[in-house]
């Protein structure tokens, strides 16, 4: 699998240009508290690397928004494409409608946000070719109603979340080569979040005292229980290098000084593991190409 490249992004089809839907890793993840209404406090930080999705976007002349996808068993209308087209849409009265291939290359319940940057993307761009004129935060707060990992990806920058992740605080953490890997499994953020033995306790911290500190991830534990598959590629990776789950998803990276060492160990790997190497990245791929 090769990672973006923005040299051919206008496709075969007339008008059609491709945009990418990056992945993100929480380089660290901490669970302060659960609020009155289900939802729990949090602190993590984001970075982006420079691998993902691809949407491919034309736009109609008509209203009409026309999803083409490569997943199974989902209906157009529960896409988070088509939810964040349609609400832009109805936000702004739009007119104008878009024709969007979606090449699903991250895989579901990875924890990488797919779905979430999927959105994102759908989002900025659109607001870009239907000149619809809505501001990055203004994108980002419509991007929240969708799902809380939303707006990173709408502010396309490295940033220290807290709350519910809708409190950002952009920050330029060391862009790191980085290897993710995944087992054949697909893990319920719900699940995790409902475990009575999840840590929900952390002592909320500064951006400053969080970069200081090793990195951890709260849900990890709760992740390797209900998950041996994920604990086997976390071993198998904490024998090269610092590794660690990101999100409640089920993928594990490691982090590498350079693209090198990471490509040798990910050559070793086992070949049941999805996975791939990617760099780090402080401005999102996408925020790259349009130069926002």
């Not at 494409?81 to 849409?89: F, G, P, S, W």
């Not at 990488?112 to 994108?139: C, D, F, K, M, R």
């Not at 990910?266 to 791929?285: E, I, R």
């Amino acid at each position: 699998m090769q990672r973006y490249h923005f040299s051919h992004q206008l496709n075969q089809l007339a008008g059609t240009h491709r945009y990418p839907s990056p992945a993100k890793l929480n380089l660290f993840l901490y669970i302060n508290g659960k609020r009155n209404d289900g939802y729990h406090e949090l602190q993590t930080l984001f970075q982006f690397v420079d691998f993902g999705d691809w949407l491919d976007i034309q736009i109609r002349p008509d209203n009409h928004i026309h999803l083409i996808n490569n997943l199974p068993n989902l209906e157009e209308k529960d896409n988070l494409i088509y939810r964040a087209a349609n609400l832009l849409q109805q936000h702004t009265n739009c007119k104008l409608g878009a024709n969007i291939f979606l090449d699903k290359i991250l895989p579901m319940g990875g924890g990488i946000g797919g779905g979430s940057s999927n959105a994102a993307t759908t989002l900025v761009v659109l607001n870009h070719l239907w000149q619809t004129g809505l501001s990055i935060p203004e994108l980002a707060k419509l991007g929240l109603t969708l799902g809380a990992d939303v707006p990173i990806f709408v502010h396309g920058q490295s940033a220290f979340a807290e709350g519910v992740g809708e409190k950002i605080t952009y920050c330029q953490p060391e862009e790191k080569w980085y290897i993710v890997l995944k087992p054949d499994v697909s893990i319920s953020t719900a699940l995790i979040f409902s475990d009575p033995h999840l840590t929900r306790n952390t002592a909320k911290k500064s951006l400053e005292e969080c970069l200081q500190q090793k990195y951890e991830n709260d849900c990890e534990k709760i992740v390797l229980d209900h998950y041996p598959e994920v604990e086997e590629i976390l071993h198998w990776l904490l024998k090269y290098a610092p590794a660690r789950l990101t999100g409640t998803g089920a993928c594990i990276f490691a982090e590498f000084d350079n693209e090198q060492a990471a490509q040798a160990v990910f050559q070793a790997k086992p070949p049941h593991y999805w996975g791939f190497v990617a760099k780090g990245l402080n401005q999102s791929p996408l925020h790259q190409l349009l130069h926002l």
